[in-house]
């Protein structure tokens, strides 16, 4: 085990039921990207209990929490501290009437199918956003014209002191690709969403849809994190990095899609110093020819925070 930690702190958690302890453990496997070192401590939480346990005994280590982890970037030499991930009773699913709670671990496109075969409503556009329920409330994720507060009726939240509460779609604060949680450390526990009688076979057929429709638009059989920038007001990403002729471009083993300028592909074992530097080299081509500032919709993690906040725009 790294330094920075304890043996004391890995006894403790070692010892609290419903947590799993993996020091050392490479990221890189548990992202889409398929790229990031190891988590100096990844811990698997099964319960609320535990969850509220870990926080109470974490006492100022830093802790980070990773879920599907299709829209995040771990640093080269991986994260220090806790890296937590939700498993368990975190994935559980309960249904009544024309409303639905799940776990912050449920993906969302399995919530979406299991609603639309339960013929609920109002999930569909969202079924291909690469989330669980917890990342997607804490993003406001968006598909279609759809987004999570269109349908949130609460979500819980635990703070890093333990404490829980119940937050309704308006107290979030939901914007575009945002909410009040973002740089709060709270972590999604739960959520309800309110949803409408609808037709089984219809909404399955409208999820097959809008799947298709979105996984013809991006470029499959390489690892990659979807979208990297939230689209400007009135304009796409995309379609910025595109008219500044950087579709293609290459660092190291990554690459700006050709098919898509809002994507970047790890074609051949790229590191994240590769990635971040298209994200930089977009960031600067598409402020000097348009005066746009591309803001990152990926999740820069640990040291690739720092270096993109300090870089030169």
Same mark, same amino acid.
């Given at each position: 085990?790294?330094? /920075? %930690?304890?043996? $004391? %702190? ?13 020091p050392g453990e490479p990221l890189a496997r ?9 988590? *100096? ?6 319960? $609320? ?10 006492? /100022?280590?830093?802790? &980070? ?7 995040? %970037? ?17 994935? &559980?699913?309960?249904?009544? $009437? ?24 109002? @999930? *569909? ?12 409330? !804490? ?7 759809? #987004? ?18 119940? @937050?309704?779609?308006?107290?979030? #604060?939901?914007? !575009? ?7 709060? /450390? ?14 089984? *076979? ?6 097959? #849809? ?5 996984w013809s638009s991006l470029p499959s059989g ?13 304009? !796409?990403?995309?379609? %910025? ?19 898509? /300028?809002?994507?970047?592909?790890? #074609? &051949? ?26 803001e990152p919709e990926l999740v820069l993690t ?12």
């Open positions: 085990m790294a330094d /920075g %930690l304890s043996a $004391e %702190l890995l006894r403790r958690l070692r010892a609290t039921p419903g947590l799993e302890v993996k548990y992202t889409t990207f398929r790229i990031g070192g190891p988590a *100096e401590l990844l811990v698997t939480v099964a319960s $609320e209990r535990a969850l509220r346990r870990l926080l109470a005994a974490l006492d /100022g280590v830093p802790c &980070q929490l990773l879920g599907l982890g299709s829209n995040v %970037l771990i640093p080269d030499e991986g994260l220090g501290g806790v890296v937590l991930r939700l498993v368990g009773g975190f994935r &559980q699913v309960r249904m009544e $009437e024309t409303a639905v709670e799940a776990g912050a671990a449920v993906p969302l496109g399995r919530l979406a199918r299991l609603t639309a075969e339960a013929s609920l409503s109002g @999930l *569909e556009a969202l079924s291909g956003f690469p989330s669980t329920v917890g990342g997607a409330v !804490y993003m406001n994720a968006g598909s279609y014209g759809t #987004e999570i507060r269109d349908v949130l009726e609460w979500a819980t939240v635990m703070d890093r002191g333990g404490g829980r509460r119940r @937050l309704t779609a308006d107290q979030l #604060e939901p914007s !575009y690709r945002r909410t009040a949680l973002q740089g709060t /450390g709270a972590i999604v526990t739960r959520a309800r969403f309110a949803l409408s009688a609808g037709d089984r *076979e219809a909404s399955l057929a409208r999820i097959e #849809e809008l799947n298709r429709r979105r390489r690892p990659n994190a979807g979208s990297i920038f939230r689209n400007p007001e009135g304009d !796409y990403a995309g379609r %910025l990095i595109e008219h500044c002729g950087l579709k293609g471009r290459r660092s190291g083993g990554a690459r700006i899609s050709p098919k898509h /300028g809002n994507v970047i592909v790890n #074609e &051949q074992q790229a590191s994240a110093a590769d990635v971040l530097d298209l994200m930089l080299l977009a960031r600067r081509a598409v402020k000097k020819k348009t005066g746009i500032e591309l640990g040291s690739l925070a720092e270096c993109w906040r300090h870089a030169p725009a």
